[in-house]
């Protein structure tokens, strides 16, 4: 039996780990910074509400509130992956009983999409920083080394902002880490990693890569791990065949094959029908050469643009061959995605700051910043630094409204007329090889040089103004009482050696 006493020193050992310090600071500083744009966030959560409230799978009670839906047999449904929306059901559930239900109070519904960024994204995300401290142990035993490429990852990269928005890339990024690490761990571990797999998945169709990424790293260690792992991700491929079955008909059809087109003049209801081969078929076959830079390196949404040290990440990968099979499975999950993004056409992803699509790699890329910030040359220890205050800087920029302003989106056009104009805009820089736009230097950066990042969420549920900047400052005080002690040892330390040092030379 337990005593209390190690129960006790159990729970104290755990609440001033590291781990601990990193969850509550990323935590509560994404909660400040909480966002909401409309469509995509409602689509989500109407299929969450539906399950609740009506125990269906279609959306027709609050369809009206996006355009992110499809449309099949007489009914509305979400569009998007449904791992969202029935991960958000029990988080619906839990906010309706405890607040009650008030379809009508335009707060009520701004409060729940609060509710559940905390309980989906910002949870995911700050989970995802403690994994990503678990899993650098495989890579080093420097312990502030390890506390810089978290934090890096939490604060200067996209995952800082998909981490205060309601969308599936926060919580699927963490499955998809947390598979991996399991699999790295430990072979015990390989069913639970396998389910992790699937449901990341089930959340986002794109995380095909990943999946398909971790039977080829099971496969070069030992093909008879491969069972229990491929049993784990069968549990949510049933229940995604299962929704496709119930909601479209057959286990193969998709929501993007029912994509909602709008209401013409006559009243019908169009949706944009496709089978199975037309949708897999890529529709960017003109421009296809262009997809790989861009989505990587051109300022329109490209990943190294917006999050600069990560280049030096994917040097580090492509060079260090210790840990060869997980730089090849990155390799092949950067080559699925330009290929699902090739396929979908709309390879900037929508309204999004930065390649949404691509955040389940950021960590892996952040794993391997490990080696310049443990460089004995220190022209590289300084490049690393100013690349990680960069990257701070823009992705701190993204805390404003986000932008598409590639594609003009209006209630009157179907989607494929938006996107037929998008192509006529920007034929000329697609054939050429040229940019798109440029909204980190035109709209972010001079947003936040004028405003200060923008606690968007809170300022609409209280309908106050608050101060430019007060949220930075807040921040601040976070991390101060968080890591106060740490802080407060690290200086008595750096003057003790300095004295010891001192004396010695005299």
């Known amino acids: 039996m337990v005593s209390g006493k190690a129960c006790g020193m159990y729970l104290k050992k755990i609440l001033l780990s590291d781990e601990m310090k990193i969850f509550l600071s990323l935590f509560f500083t994404y909660l400040l910074f909480a966002k909401y744009d409309g469509w995509n966030e409602n689509s989500r959560l109407d299929l969450a509400m539906s399950i609740v409230d009506h125990g269906t799978l279609s959306i027709d009670s609050y369809h009206e509130n996006t355009g992110d839906k499809a449309y099949h047999g007489g009914h509305y449904y979400s569009d998007k992956a449904p791992g969202t929306g029935i991960l958000l059901a029990p988080v619906y559930l839990l906010y309706a009983n405890t ?23 910002s949870l995911s995300s700050a989970l995802c920083a403690a994994v990503l401290y678990r899993f650098l142990r495989f890579f080093t035993k420097n312990r502030m080394t390890k506390l810089a490429v978290t934090y890096t990852f939490g604060l200067a990269t996209i995952s800082f902002q998909y981490a205060t928005v309601l969308l599936g890339h926060a919580v699927s990024t963490l499955l998809i880490l947390l598979a991996y690490y399991l ?44 069972l229990p792992f491929s049993l784990g991700v069968m549990v949510f491929i049933a229940v995604f065949f299962a929704y496709n079955a119930c909601a479209f008909g057959s286990p193969f059809n998709i929501s993007y094959m029912y994509v909602f087109n709008g209401i013409p003049e006559d009243g019908n209801v169009t949706a944009t029908q496709m089978s199975l081969d037309t949708f897999i078929k890529p529709r960017f076959t003109d421009y296809w050469y262009s997809v790989p830079l861009r989505v990587l390196f051109y300022p329109y949404r490209g990943l190294f643009f917006y999050n600069p040290i990560l280049i030096r990440g994917m040097l580090y990968l492509i060079s260090q061959n210790s840990k060869l099979r997980l730089a090849l499975v990155i390799s092949f999950v950067i080559l699925m995605y330009i290929y699902m993004r090739y396929i979908s056409g709309i390879w900037w992803g929508g ?29 590289i220890r300084i490049l690393t630094a100013a690349l990680i205050i960069l990257s701070f800087i823009f992705t701190l920029s993204g805390n404003q409204r986000w932008e598409q302003t590639v594609l003009a989106v209006d209630g009157t056009n179907s989607f494929t007329d938006w996107y037929d104009s998008h192509l006529l805009r920007y034929d000329y820089q697609y054939r050429n090889m040229l940019p798109l736009e440029n909204p980190l230097f035109s709209f972010y950066i001079p947003q936040l040089l004028y405003i200060g990042p923008s606690s968007i969420l809170i300022e609409m549920i209280f309908d106050v103004s608050l101060s430019p900047w007060l949220n930075m400052a807040v921040c601040v005080l976070i991390f101060l009482v968080i890591w106060g002690a740490d802080i407060k040892k690290g200086i008595m330390d750096y003057w003790t050696r300095k004295h010891k040092s001192q004396d010695n030379a005299a």
């Open 99 to 121: 607040l009650g239900k008030d379809m009508q109070d335009d707060r009520w519904f701004l409060r729940l999409v609060f509710f559940s960024i905390v309980f989906l994204s």
């Open 183 to 226: 699999v790295y761990e430990k072979a015990d571990n390989l069913f639970l990693s396998g389910v992790l797999a699937g449901l990341s998945f089930l959340v986002d169709y794109t995380n095909i890569g990943f999946v398909i990424a971790l039977f080829i790293f099971i496969f070069l260690r030992s093909m008879k791990q491969l």
């Open 351 to 379: 309204t999004a700051f930065g390649p949404r699509y691509l955040l389940p790699l950021v960590p892996f890329l952040c794993l391997y910043l490990v080696y310049p910030f443990e460089s004995q040359k220190s022209s």
